[in-house]
């Protein structure tokens, strides 16, 4: 076919639908996830606190430290008062026992020290 010619019509035909089946746009993309939906990353303010009396200190910058908790049984329904002890980190041994002191999640310390204490709430009287 020289330049000045125009094509034929199935030649025309069979041209349209290659441009077409190439313009067509293929199976769609999956969908990212928004931002909001994503996980936050955690900052120092998101750690946790817990509030608890000290029972023990009889370690060297560590207490333990009873937390309290009441919580409803998951097949009763009725309320169970629960306690857990936990070693915490203090630094200045300014906590004794019998004191009210309240603890934040930290980094591991040792290898049952996860919390540290960030004031003492009350003393012992």
Wanted: charge should be positive; proline fraction near 5%; charged fraction near 30%.
């Amino acid at each position: 076919m020289s330049e000045t010619e125009e094509p034929t019509t199935n030649e025309a035909a069979s041209t349209e639908a290659a441009t077409t089946e190439a313009a067509a746009p293929a199976a769609p993309a999956a969908v990212a996830a928004p931002a909001s939906q994503e996980a936050p990353a955690k900052s120092r303010g998101d750690r946790k606190m817990r509030t608890g009396v000290v029972v023990s200190e009889k370690m060297d910058k560590t207490v333990l430290v009873a937390v309290k908790q009441v919580v409803r049984h998951s097949s009763y329904g009725k309320t169970v008062r629960r306690s857990s002890k936990l070693a915490a980190h203090d630094e200045a041994n300014d906590a004794h026992v019998g004191d009210t002191v309240r603890l934040m999640e930290t980094r591991p310390l040792s290898k049952t020290k996860r919390w540290r204490v960030v004031e003492i709430v009350e003393r012992a009287k």
